[in-house]
């Protein structure tokens, strides 16, 4: 049996429909709407004015700021950041005059991944672990881990650090890093860049 949900998370001007599953401490702010189909982790935050749909799954301690939408087929993993007025879709080539709910592409954003304001993700992207969006950029395609992507539409323009701090390595081929805030040490072979040694907790 799901636990009850604390009210006194839920702003007066929210609406969570019955049968949603908000976890301990997440905070549901001034006119959202979270649909009965939700799940939703601990410790999250939804501003002002976020939807979310029935057939999402939204990680721990995730943010999702003011104007943003999840909509169906969206999953955010832990601590994933969705900037003001980002906007994820779910149908590729819409019609008002034709439904498509039948064909919904999945978006996945994982962990530790950040989108900045105003970012467009294009339905059935893979948006990997601490990759970072950055603000107005419209993504059509996967994204690594680690990629600092910009631009419309998006192209990667480096790596950068699980802190979010760039990493001094070239887009493609090989090289190795430091984070300069964690000590954190991070390799790129043959274009995949990886964390190889964590030092410090963030």
């Not at 939807?51 to 943003?68: A, P, S, Y």
């Not at 919904?104 to 467009?120: P, Q």
């Not at 631009?151 to 493609?172: D, K, M, N, Y």
Request: with cysteine; proline share 5%; glycine share 12%.
């Amino acid at each position: 049996m799901n636990a009850p949900i604390d009210s006194k998370d839920i702003h007066p001007s929210a609406i969570v429909d019955d049968g949603a599953v908000l976890g301990p401490g997440t905070r549901v702010w001034h006119f959202s709407h979270v649909c009965g189909g939700a799940r939703i982790g601990a410790g999250c935050s939804l501003g002002q004015n976020v939807f979310v749909g029935n057939d999402v799954v939204i990680g721990d301690r995730v943010k999702i700021q003011n104007n943003v939408s999840v909509y169906d087929a969206v999953t955010l993993e832990d601590e994933v950041f969705c900037g003001p007025s980002m906007v994820f879709t779910n149908v590729y080539n819409p019609r008002s005059g034709i439904v498509r709910k039948d064909h919904y592409r999945r978006t996945l954003v994982r962990r530790g991944a950040s989108i900045g304001a105003n970012a467009t993700i294009v339905c059935g992207a893979t948006i990997g672990a601490y990759a970072f969006i950055g603000a107005g950029a419209v993504v059509k395609h996967d994204v690594p881990d680690f990629a600092l992507m910009a631009g419309v539409p998006a192209r990667q323009v480096g790596w950068i650090s699980r802190f979010g701090e760039r990493l001094p390595l070239p887009t493609a081929g090989n090289g190795e890093a430091v984070c300069p805030h964690t000590g954190e040490s991070y390799v790129l072979v043959d274009g995949v860049c990886s964390l190889v040694s964590a030092p410090s907790r963030l």
